[in-house]
Nanobody, 121 residues
Framework: QVQLVESGGGLVQAGGSLRLSCAASGSIFTINAMGWYRQAPGKQRELVAS???????NYADSVKGRFTISRDNVKNTVYLQMNSLKPEDTAVYYCNARLSTDWRSPVNDYWGQGTQVTVSS
């Protein structure tokens, strides 16, 4: 069984910063990629940022230059440093990991429980 535990959400004023963390644990063979998605009320879940085991990073256009994703492969942990936050960044942020649980298993998506980020104007 795999668990993704997120932390770091909260309430912040516009222009402020927050750092999200997500630790993956359990029966993990290899992690191909980890990332962050978000879902605002009435909207679809969207990719915020992702990083592969090889170190490549991908960002949504709306967060480029403000958010930075990083990963600790030893700890199976991914971080999202969010600076210059805007009210439109308000959403529930979900951690995602694409991983396999043993050498025979396919890669599947696993999700955290979500953490609320609220940016006040």
């Amino acid at each position: 069984q795999v668990q993704l535990v997120e932390s770091g959400g909260g309430l912040v004023q516009a222009g402020g910063s927050l750092r999200l963390s997500c630790a993956a644990s359990g029966s993990i063979f290899t992690i191909n990629a980890m990332g962050w998605y978000r879902q605002a009320p009435g909207k679809q879940r969207e990719l915020v940022a992702s990083t592969t085991s090889g170190g490549s990073r991908n960002y949504a256009d709306s967060v480029k230059g403000r958010f930075t994703i990083s990963r600790d492969n030893v700890k199976n942990t991914v971080y999202l440093q969010m600076n210059s936050l805007k009210p439109e960044d308000t959403a529930v942020y979900y951690c995602n990991a694409r991983l396999s649980t043993d050498w025979r298993s396919p890669v599947n998506d696993y999700w955290g429980q979500g953490t609320q980020v609220t940016v006040s104007s």
